[in-house]
């Protein structure tokens, strides 16, 4: 563990530790097969995410924002260096320990929303504990709670064409909060919404790390919402270039 050093009491100079890391990703390699031809998507990316921080990552379309994100949680296999999530290697789960992983420990949040339309908001809100295996009351009960956070518990019955875009992300929001993870990834999570909208979705979600030390990494276009992380992460043809502390 790194050795840091701050000022203590009356000026004495003390060392402290760094912050534990929630993810250590470490010369992650991506490749794709295009038209017969290989590309390298991720270019030995290292990035290392401290508890309780909120992490940004920018840069221009196709640069490989995105394969980081799906990379580093776990949705895709990489080509090679690792990732550990709280610890754990996730190179050393099977499929189905690395999907009972994610439904247990983290939470999603996604443009497009990936909501179920047959069912209501709080059916939605369920689903990972019902992965999870949870009993179906306390599941219910879990699901209620979790509304009740992002303000929609009054929705609880809606389906989601029967909500607003802001309403839908919200609930998305909740059901990423019910399995009470250490870390949330969210790809381009106010890509779709008015800027209103979006203002209203990153104060919900810079409350939620306030009160609650969450974790998050997400992916944005937009420098606004950028500039509202602790910490801007810039890539440019899959690598990281640069980076930016804007808080904490």
């Known amino acids: 563990m790194a050795i840091m050093i ?3 009491k009356e ?3 003390v060392p402290r530790s760094e912050p ?3 993810v ?4 992650v390699v991506k490749k794709y097969a295009s038209g017969g031809a290989e590309v390298q998507a991720l270019r030995g990316v290292s990035l290392r995410v401290p508890r309780g921080e909120i992490v940004g990552i920018m840069g221009p379309s196709g640069c490989g924002k995105t394969t980081l994100l799906n990379c580093i949680s776990g949705l895709d296999v990489i080509d090679g260096g690792s990732v550990r999530i709280d610890g754990v290697d996730l190179a ?3 499929d ?3 999907t009972s992983y994610r439904a247990q420990n983290m939470g999603f949040i996604f443009q497009t929303y990936n909501l179920l339309p047959v069912l209501s908001a709080v059916e939605n809100v369920e689903l990972p504990l019902v992965v999870s295996g ?4 306390k599941a219910r009960e879990r699901a209620m709670a979790a509304l009740e956070r992002v303000n929609l518990a009054d929705k609880a019955q809606s389906r989601p064409a029967q909500l607003s875009g802001g309403q839908r992300q919200r609930v998305t929001i909740a059901r990423s909060l019910v399995n009470g993870p250490a870390i949330i990834w969210a790809d381009e999570p ?3 919404l008015d800027s209103k909208t979006a203002n209203d979705i990153v104060t919900l979600m810079e409350q939620l790390n306030d009160e609650h030390g969450q974790t998050f990494v997400l992916v944005t276009h937009d420098a606004g919402i950028g500039k509202r992380c602790h910490r801007l992460v810039h890539m440019s043809d899959g690598e990281i270039v640069g980076e930016e502390r804007n808080r904490g």
Do not use: D, Q
Request: aromatic letters at 0%; zero cysteines.
């Open 6 to 8: 701050e000022r203590g």
């Open 11 to 13: 000026g004495v100079l």
């Open 20 to 22: 534990t890391a929630i």
């Open 24 to 27: 250590e990703a470490t010369n």
């Open 92 to 94: 050393s789960l099977s």
């Open 96 to 98: 189905k320990k690395k």
């Open 134 to 137: 949870v009993g179906a009351g």
């Open 190 to 192: 106010t890509g779709a």
